[in-house]
């Protein structure tokens, strides 16, 4: 009997320390296996960061992490000079992808066209006819034009003339007269016109909308008179302080439409200029609040 109760007591000690030594084979297991995982990871690590670029692996502009950074500098370079100086001509080439990531910045892009001559278009825009000053649709305060193909020679320019001045130039009575003359605007999509005055005033800025190829509706002869006063004044900017900007290939430019007035001369039929103009409303957005701006002399900007 104490012979078979030893045997049992040993048996005991021999199964505990089987077990004791099973759990320490397992958590040795484990530690060696970590230990392998780890040392793997960081050859790997070390592997890819010593691994020459290869150019084919780079990867698409959208996926770039400091693409939206570049974005906001380009932004914020234009946003400068739209409002210290109404336009701003962006002559580092971009892909027209980022062009577009920039205007989305001013608000909402709500329309877009391709500027070239096309003679199956009802647009006079794609007549290749001159384009005498005025605005677009005054509910694009900022428009931007992104140059996909410019002509030969770059002799096909965009003309402007910042009226951003105006209040130095026309009486009290004046302006009073140019918010009561409507000038009508079309819609893009049912081609109806309404009329929407010349001029809109508010506390710190101003909103033209003038193009002299739409019949306006003139209340009275003082009106006349004062929208003649207003003509002067504009051909008198054209002939000194004419802004010409010829766009190359990637390069964009974008216009502070409340007060800078856009033309053109005629395009030649055979002209291979092709411009993407976006009509941008800011109203949605804090990127443009002031419209005051400077003037400037008149440019002649290649
Ligand atoms: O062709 C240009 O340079 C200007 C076209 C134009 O007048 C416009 O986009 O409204």
New binding site residues.
């Given amino acids: 009997m104490k012979e078979a109760l030893q045997n049992i007591a040993q048996f005991l000690i021999y199964f505990a320390l089987l077990v004791v030594f099973a759990i320490l084979l397992v958590h040795l297991v484990e530690f060696v296996s970590q230990q392998y995982v780890i040392k793997r990871r960081s050859q790997v690590v070390r592997r890819r960061s010593a691994e020459p670029l290869y150019v084919g692996s780079i990867p698409a502009a959208a996926s770039i992490p400091h693409m939206d950074q570049q974005i906001i500098d380009i932004f914020s370079q234009i946003q400068g000079e739209l409002l210290s100086s109404g336009y701003s001509i962006h002559r580092s080439p971009m892909s027209y992808e980022t062009f577009r990531e920039v205007a989305k910045r001013f608000g909402a892009i709500w329309h877009s ?1 391709e ?1 070239k001559v096309d003679p199956q278009s009802k647009w006079l ?1 794609h007549a290749g006819t001159a ?1 005498s000053l ?1 605005t ?1 649709n005054p509910y694009a305060n900022v ?1 931007a ?1 992104y140059c996909n193909t410019s002509s030969s020679g770059l002799d ?4 402007l003339v910042n009226l951003c001045d105006l209040y130095n130039h026309m009486t009290a009575a004046d302006l009073r007269h140019l918010e009561e003359i409507c000038i009508p605007i079309q819609n893009i999509s049912t081609y109806k016109f309404t009329p929407e005055p010349l001029l809109k005033r508010w506390q710190d800025g101003f909103r033209l909308n003038y193009i002299d190829w739409f019949t306006p509706v003139i209340p009275t002869a003082a009106h006349e008179h004062s929208l003649l006063r207003f003509k002067e004044l504009l051909k008198n900017k054209e002939h000194n302080n004419l802004i010409s900007v010829r766009l190359r290939s990637g390069e964009s430019l974008f216009i502070n439409n409340n007060v800078v007035l ?3 001369n005629r ?1 030649a039929p055979t002209s291979l ?1 092709s ?1 993407s ?1 976006v009509w941008i409303n800011t109203n949605s957005s804090q990127a443009l609040q002031a419209f005051q701006c400077s003037g400037s002399d008149g440019e002649d900007l290649l």
């Fill in positions: 066209t500027i825009v384009l005025h677009d428009v034009w096909e320019p965009t003309l856009h033309g053109r395009l200029r411009l103009r």
